[in-house]
């Protein structure tokens, strides 16, 4: 292995030579695979381009009529009634498992920008944070955790399959950055939980197969024999968040079924997929601007009863979405609507069946604790409600035509300015971003441009003032909202400046990328 990044002070905790070996046999012995697969991934879409659709599988019905359960939970794992997700900086590092959840998603994905410090630190953080030697301090605050039975269980979310670490390479090849992510951990770390009663346990993010998933459970079987761990000692909760992955729910509950903690609703990505699956397809999966989509849309309602019904039906947990309000402190009756909808939202989750949710603020923790608490009481879960009411097509699943809301100049604009504001500060390092009260990440700056990129090519005229979505307002627009942020307190031309010409290439282009985030990637140093 080559590291073509910087070794900067205490990365040669991190990257050393016996991890380097670790990581270099897994690339080995899983690089081509995860290739075909994501040129598997291709050929499903140009399917779908052509006029297929997207169903249960027929060669895997036997999977989903058979008689099996997943691996009990885990220890720290039995009880995920409130999550916090966020970035591995040091700062949130000791926040998060200080929240009060009982869950901290450790992220090195969506709320994470990729630049190689943040990666390589990101691992040291969360060994200090393991070891107890982590501290901070910032504007004359200090930060120390708290008591080890006072803080979240560490799951850790690698980056997707369809990302390289670009500078590791093996045999002259960048590394997955799926394995690196992973691998760092797990080499670090898996150990450190174990000896704290704990173990090493991850989300897996933006998979559409459960071919996908096999890959990940042979990677998890190999890593525990490198290392010498039992198997079945890693658990990892895949989050649906792709189309297709809607559709093979049980079969990858199946294939990680030794390692299986369970599926999470991650819906914003989900929402892009939508579009991004079907988008040459015209206005039947058109969807309303992002604000109007909202959960009880018949689409999303059939998305989520199907998860809890898939999970309970073979004991693993089911995981809510993101409640993404960020509180203001100058603004208290912007607070109050936002609580009242996380409140309306968790207690739908809840009342639905989910073992527990995600936030992604420390403020929002007692909401999301206080309305499970009330499902929940003493139980650590909802493993028992197995939803058998609940019935899902694969029609329900297709039903974005029937999702109420309109597309206005305001849905537009503010779509703009989202996507613009979070990629530069993405370029600039920071992957989870506050934006009008919000925590935005990179799949909602994916909803944001893939809307404005449906919008152009179905020719919408805005329900507001009746003008239509064209390359050329578009452009206008940005001008004009780069104008107000320009006038805004640490306006930074430069990165400003990289996310205008990143965001008219994947919103503007003809050509849809697939992910922002590889265009984006290649500009970063």
């Known amino acids: 292995m080559e590291i073509t990044g910087p070794m900067l002070d205490r990365f040669d905790e991190v990257l050393t030579p016996e991890a380097l070996s670790f990581l270099t046999t897994l690339q080995r012995e899983f690089g081509a695979r995860r290739l075909e697969l994501l040129e598997a991934r291709q050929a499903r879409q140009r399917e779908l381009a052509a006029g297929g659709t997207l169903d249960f599988l027929p060669e895997t019905k036997e999977i989903r009529e058979g008689d099996w359960r997943v691996a009990p939970p885990a220890p720290g794992l039995e009880d995920r009634r409130v999550e916090i997700t966020g970035p591995v900086d040091r700062k949130m590092t000791i926040n998060a498992l200080n929240s009060g959840a009982k869950v901290w998603l450790a992220d090195f994905e969506d709320a994470n920008s990729p630049l190689w410090e943040n990666c390589v630190l990101g691992q040291l953080n969360l060994r200090e944070a393991l070891d107890r030697t982590i501290d901070f301090e910032s504007g004359g605050k200090a930060y120390a955790l708290r008591p080890d039975e006072e803080l979240a269980t560490i799951v850790v979310r690698p980056r997707g399959w369809h990302l390289d670490e670009k500078h590791a390479l093996v045999d002259g090849d960048p590394v997955s950055a799926s394995l690196f992510d992973f691998g760092l951990y797990f080499f670090h770390c898996a150990k450190r939980q174990l000896d704290r009663g704990s173990g090493p346990y991850f989300y897996l993010p933006k998979m559409e197969s459960h071919l996908e998933a096999r890959l990940w459970n042979d990677v998890f079987t190999r890593a525990q024999e490198l290392l010498g761990v039992p198997h079945g000692t890693i658990r990892a909760t895949v989050l649906i968040e792709t189309y297709p992955a809607a559709f093979e729910m049980e079969e990858i509950l199946y294939e990680l079924r030794d390692h299986s903690a369970g599926l999470n609703a991650g819906r914003w990505d989900y929402l892009f997929s939508v579009i991004k699956s079907f988008r040459t397809r015209g206005r039947e999966f058109l969807l309303p601007e992002r604000n109007a989509v909202t959960m009880t849309a018949p689409f999303m309602r059939a998305y989520t009863e199907l998860l809890v019904r898939t999970c309970h039906k073979r ?48 403020d929002l923790v007692p909401i999301c604790r206080e309305v499970f608490d009330g499902v929940l009481g003493d139980r650590p879960n909802q493993l028992d409600r197995l939803r058998e009411d609940v019935t899902v097509t694969a029609a329900d699943l297709l039903a974005v035509s029937e999702t109420p809301g309109d597309i206005t100049e305001a849905g537009l604009r503010n779509n703009v300015d989202v996507a613009l504001r979070y990629l530069a500060a993405w370029m600039g390092g920071l992957g989870a971003v506050a934006i009008h009260n919000l925590m935005e990440d990179a799949a909602t ?28 307002l578009v452009e206008r627009i940005i001008g004009e909202e780069l104008e107000k942020i320009a006038a805004e307190p640490g306006y930074d031309e430069k990165l400003f400046g990289q996310a205008t010409e990143l965001f008219k290439e994947v919103a503007l282009d003809d050509d849809f990328a697939d992910f922002l985030t590889l265009p984006a990637y290649a500009r970063m140093p």
């Open 315 to 362: 004991g693993a947990h089911a995981i809510g979405g993101m409640a993404a309000f960020i509180p203001s402190r100058r603004d208290p009756e912007v607070n109050a609507v936002a609580l009242e909808k996380v409140r309306a939202d968790k207690t739908r989750e809840s009342g639905d069946g989910f073992d527990g949710s995600w936030v992604a603020h420390p």
């Open 445 to 472: 700056a994916e909803i944001s441009r893939s809307q404005i990129w449906q919008w152009i090519h179905n020719d919408i005229t805005l329900a507001d003032t009746g003008a239509q979505v064209t390359k050329e």
